[in-house]
T-cell receptor
């Protein structure tokens, strides 16, 4: 089946690291993504990882992929108040077409 | 840089009316996706088009139809609107390149309110 699951809320203090976790069920995933959505705004692609990689680092963002456990995480170092948003985990499935499945989103609260 | 354009940005309709949402992809992008995001919900994939042909279909109701035109813009037609159709409708576009990431660029969304 096609399912992406995330915890719904995360609260951290400014300057700490945030770790947002995601699990997925479909082993035919090709790419896995993290999107950021600020209130009332559209979706912004933050970073992505190909399914045969296990780690990717991009400035303050680190993505870890455990393909065996179908677990994806996003670590944000030195979290700032501007990082407060909803973070969606998503996967693109190899269905022969183009289909992306989103998780429910994790709302990150950053306390000053 | 040009982004994905959606129109209208806001739309108010009554039950049983019809609505047409438009999406203009980033120039040279050949793939368009439609998503529906209900209040407090994650985006749900509706349908996608590649080179004017439907490439995949998600949870799109039979009351909805969509197409991609020769200039690559896409329209989502919604008939017999129901209260539950009230949502933010996102369009995204991408450029298909074999073996590379399908990076979707999202438009600002059309907020549809059905009264």
């Amino acid at each position: 089946g096609e399912d992406v699951e995330q915890s719904l809320f995360l609260s951290v203090r400014e300057g700490d690291s945030s770790v947002i976790n995601c699990t997925y069920t479909d082993s035919s995933s090709t790419y896995l993504y993290w999107y950021k959505q600020e209130p009332g705004a559209g979706l912004q692609l933050l970073t992505y990882i190909f399914s045969n990689m296990d780690m990717k680092q991009d400035q303050r963002l680190t993505v870890l992929l455990n393909k065996k456990d179908k677990h994806l995480s996003l670590r944000i170092a030195d979290t700032q108040t501007g990082d407060s948003a909803i973070y969606f985990c998503a996967e693109t499935l190899n269905t022969g077409g183009f289909k992306t499945i989103f998780g429910a989103g994790t709302r990150l609260f950053v306390k000053a | 840089a040009a982004g994905v354009i959606q129109s209208p940005r806001h739309l108010i309709k009554e039950k049983r009316e019809t609505a047409t949402l438009k999406c203009y992809p980033i120039p040279r992008h050949d793939t368009v996706y439609w998503y529906q995001q209900g209040p407090g919900q994650d985006p749900q994939f509706l349908i996608s088009f590649y080179e004017k042909m439907q490439s995949d279909k998600g949870s799109i109701p039979d009351r909805f139809s969509a197409q991609q035109f020769s200039d690559y813009h896409s329209e989502l037609n919604m008939s017999s609107l129901e209260l539950g159709d009230s949502a933010l409708y996102f369009c995204a576009s991408s450029l298909f390149r074999a073996g590379e990431i399908d990076e979707q660029f999202f438009g600002p969304g059309t907020r549809l309110t059905v009264l």
